[in-house]
């Protein structure tokens, strides 16, 4: 099961710390991805992390904004967010593709989902 956490209001240009915790099983050797629905629009990828840590995927919209790493003695997953824009918000998902899978880009990938966690940012 994974929990996502971190969410809140900032305004545009803060930044805000998000976390996908696992329970019931390591996180370890899962790779995890990080999307996000807005009010009205379609779910859209974030960030994906390989299980390992070593290799990471991001969207066009928040390459060199946001950075995706993980802890996997703690079973968590991170995803940092800088310079926030207005258009970030949305409610973010965290996301955990089978064991040692790819940390795909694509949402139909993901076998496992946890409760979302909503991010507003103000203008």
């Known amino acids: 099961q994974l929990q996502a956490s971190g969410g809140g209001l900032v305004q545009a240009g803060g930044s805000l710390k998000l976390s996908c915790v696992a329970s019931?099983?390591?996180?370890?050797?899962?790779?995890i991805g990080w999307f996000r629905q807005a009010p009205g629009k379609e779910r859209e990828f974030v960030a994906a992390?390989?299980?390992?840590?070593?290799?990471?995927n991001y969207a066009d919209s928040v390459k060199g904004r946001f950075t995706i790493s993980r802890d996997n003695a703690e079973n968590t997953v991170y995803l940092q967010m800088n310079s926030l824009r207005p258009e970030d918000t949305a409610v973010y998902y965290c996301?955990?593709?089978?064991?040692?899978?790819?940390?795909?880009?694509?949402?139909?990938?993901?076998?496992?989902w946890g409760q979302g966690t909503l991010v507003t940012v103000s203008s």
């Open positions: 992390i390989s299980w390992s840590g070593v290799s990471t």
């Open positions: 019931g099983r390591p996180i370890s050797g899962y790779p």
């Open positions: 996301a955990a593709v089978g064991r040692n899978g790819y940390h795909s880009t694509l949402g139909h990938k993901y076998d496992y």
